[in-house]
């Protein structure tokens, strides 16, 4: 099924997580192996893929966003508490929050400084929508190291979430990210 149902998620929505979840985890640990390598006459390059990669992940996760906005989300289990339902509200709200504010963060960096990382790939220039500032560059750039951090650990919480309905609950919550299988 392409679309989600009440009971499942549809092909697409289970691309968008899969995906942004292995390009979220490569951009963090690509952008961790970046601020720790010794400084090298190559380093604009690494920094400008990793720009490219994170205004992608900013599209798709505003297409992630607008998709689950389109279709049904699958309910949680009957019997789960109340109090649960709203943490899973909550900590996903989060994570979309988080993983725009990161990319959002990112893109203002690019623009502060000078150059700048506009250039898509070679292909076309992305308008940047903050002005050359250097001080507002390491603002930026501290502020989205920082929330790249906050991001791990929803990540976390969000596994730690899925392991704890595979193996304790037993619920097929994960199960319906993974397969085509309804509840």
Same mark, same amino acid.
């Given at each position: &099924?392409?679309?989600?149902?009440?009971?499942?998620?549809?092909?697409?929505?289970?691309?968008?997580?899969?995906?942004?979840?292995?390009?979220?985890?490569? &951009?963090?640990?690509?952008?961790?192996?970046?601020?720790?390598?010794?400084?090298?006459?190559?380093?604009?390059?690494?920094?400008?893929?990793?720009?490219?990669?994170?205004?992608?992940?900013?599209?798709?996760?505003?297409?992630?966003?607008?998709?689950? *906005?389109?279709?049904?989300?699958?309910?949680?289990?009957?019997?789960?508490?109340?109090?649960?339902?709203?943490?899973?509200?909550?900590?996903?709200?989060?994570?979309?929050?988080?993983?725009?504010?990161?990319?959002?963060?990112?893109? *203002?960096? !690019?623009?502060?400084?000078?150059?700048?990382? !506009?250039?898509?790939?070679?292909?076309?220039?992305?308008?940047?929508?903050?002005?050359?500032?250097?001080?507002? *560059?390491?603002?930026?750039?501290?502020?989205?190291?920082?929330?790249?951090?906050?991001?791990?650990?929803?990540?976390?919480?969000?596994?730690? *979430?899925?392991?704890?309905?595979?193996?304790?609950?037993?619920?097929?919550?994960?199960?319906? &990210?993974?397969?085509?299988?309804?509840?």
């Amino acid at each position: &099924m392409i679309r989600n149902t009440r009971t499942g998620w549809g092909s697409v929505a289970r691309w968008f997580h899969w995906g942004l979840a292995l390009a979220i985890l490569g &951009m963090i640990g690509f952008g961790w192996w970046m601020n720790h390598i010794p400084a090298r006459a190559d380093k604009f390059f690494y920094r400008s893929i990793h720009a490219d990669i994170g205004y992608v992940i900013l599209l798709l996760t505003v297409l992630r966003i607008v998709w689950r *906005a389109l279709n049904p989300t699958p309910a949680l289990p009957a019997e789960t508490w109340r109090w649960q339902k709203i943490a899973a509200r909550v900590s996903h709200g989060a994570l979309y929050l988080v993983v725009i504010l990161v990319a959002m963060l990112g893109w *203002a960096h !690019s623009g502060a400084r000078t150059p700048n990382y !506009s250039d898509f790939f070679g292909l076309f220039n992305v308008p940047q929508f903050t002005s050359p500032d250097k001080a507002a *560059a390491g603002a930026y750039e501290d502020r989205h190291i920082f929330f790249a951090y906050v991001l791990l650990a929803l990540i976390a919480i969000h596994v730690i *979430a899925a392991l704890w309905h595979h193996f304790v609950r037993r619920d097929r919550v994960v199960a319906r &990210m993974v397969t085509d299988e309804a509840g």
